[in-house]
């Protein structure tokens, strides 16, 4: 194990960082590093096998870095190769080290926010063709009725600095009104992709004022206290300075750029190669 070991953050681009802004606000203490996979981003419409390779590719890269624990801060790729990771790479590729998503924290809790049963989840093409919501919620709150739909422009507009701008309306009231029009019963509505919470402003906006709208930051931050809580063997590990470093797969000036709109404050950041 190496002098630093810090808990990886990992997101296909620069969704993951409303999570990992979350987690550092609940949990500053630890040493923190982040990846963002850009250049081979979006991962939302990819295969699964496309994804696992991918999302593989960036796991090997934070052992290498020294980190023990990583947190797959992407829907997508906690929907489409986490388990894989879990059962089938990490038995002989780390078997000491752990990497955890996104998706079963959430669906843990989600169904305790509504009142009538009816949950909507709102999430990448990936995401929602996984129905990995669907199966988790199912597991902990077997009597809530999922409904989806999937949103494939707005992580382009979000990325293209576009959230904010007139244009952005139309897609986001296109995509609630479909969901909703799938039962007048839905009361909350989960942002499955983590790029989404950019657009809270806007989604408030074209929705009914009892229908809650829950992003995963928070919930995401308060399910790793408790696992750390309740594994000191893997928290005894973690080092604790307090440091953040931040990387990308792809050109790090325009990363930085983004990065500081998603984290909240300005971010600086170094080139990565995951694939070699």
Same mark, same amino acid.
């Given at each position: 194990?190496?002098?630093?070991?810090?808990?990886?953050?990992?997101?296909?681009?620069?969704?993951?960082?409303?999570?990992?802004?979350?987690?550092?606000?609940?949990?500053?203490? *630890?040493? !923190?590093?982040?990846?963002?996979? #850009?250049?081979?981003?979006? !991962?939302? #419409?990819?295969?699964?096998?496309?994804?696992?390779?991918?999302?593989?590719?960036?796991?090997?890269?934070?052992?290498?870095?020294?980190?023990? +624990?990583?947190?797959?801060?992407? #829907? /997508?790729?906690?929907?489409?190769?986490?388990?894989?990771?879990?059962?089938? #790479?990490?038995?002989?590729?780390? $078997?000491?080290?752990?990497?955890?998503?996104?998706?079963?924290p959430t669906a843990e809790v989600i169904g305790s926010y509504s009142q009538t049963g009816h949950v909507g989840v709102l999430g990448?093409?990936?995401?929602? @063709?996984?129905?990995?919501?669907?199966? &988790?919620?199912?597991k902990f709150a077997p009597g809530v009725t999922v409904h989806q739909r999937c949103c494939p422009m707005w992580v382009p507009l979000?990325?293209?600095? &576009?959230?904010?701008? $007139?244009?952005?309306?139309?897609?986001?009231?296109? !995509? +609630?009104?479909?969901?909703?029009?799938?039962?007048?019963?839905?009361?909350?509505?989960?942002?499955?992709?983590?790029?989404?919470?950019?657009?809270?402003?806007?989604?408030?906006? *074209?929705?009914?004022?009892?229908?809650?709208?829950?992003?995963?930051?928070?919930?995401?931050?308060?399910?790793?206290?408790? !696992?750390?809580?309740?594994? $000191? &063997?893997?928290?005894?590990?973690? @080092?604790?300075?307090?440091?953040?470093?931040?990387? /990308? /797969?792809?050109?790090?000036a325009g990363f930085m750029d983004q990065a500081s709109i998603f984290f909240g404050q300005p971010v600086r950041a170094s080139h990565?190669?995951?694939? &070699?």
């Amino acid at each position: 194990m190496q002098a630093t070991s810090p808990i990886g953050i990992f997101d296909s681009g620069y969704g993951g960082l409303t999570v990992f802004r979350a987690i550092r606000d609940l949990l500053p203490q *630890y040493d !923190y590093l982040y990846l963002g996979d #850009n250049a081979r981003a979006p !991962y939302g #419409n990819r295969s699964f096998e496309t994804v696992h390779e991918y999302t593989l590719e960036c796991v090997q890269w934070f052992f290498k870095m020294g980190c023990q +624990l990583v947190i797959l801060a992407c #829907n /997508t790729a906690s929907a489409k190769a986490l388990r894989t990771i879990q059962q089938q #790479n990490l038995p002989s590729l780390a $078997p000491d080290r752990r990497v955890l998503g996104v998706i079963r924290p959430t669906a843990e809790v989600i169904g305790s926010y509504s009142q009538t049963g009816h949950v909507g989840v709102l999430g990448t093409r990936g995401t929602v @063709s996984s129905g990995s919501y669907v199966i &988790e919620i199912e597991k902990f709150a077997p009597g809530v009725t999922v409904h989806q739909r999937c949103c494939p422009m707005w992580v382009p507009l979000i990325e293209n600095g &576009e959230h904010d701008s $007139p244009g952005a309306d139309y897609f986001v009231k296109k !995509y +609630l009104d479909e969901l909703l029009s799938q039962s007048p019963d839905i009361d909350t509505i989960l942002l499955a992709c983590t790029h989404y919470p950019l657009l809270m402003e806007k989604i408030r906006t *074209y929705l009914p004022p009892h229908i809650r709208t829950v992003a995963q930051g928070d919930i995401v931050a308060r399910s790793l206290c408790d !696992y750390l809580q309740r594994h $000191p &063997e893997m928290e005894s590990r973690l @080092s604790r300075s307090g440091t953040i470093s931040f990387y /990308t /797969t792809d050109d790090t000036a325009g990363f930085m750029d983004q990065a500081s709109i998603f984290f909240g404050q300005p971010v600086r950041a170094s080139h990565a190669e995951v694939d &070699e």
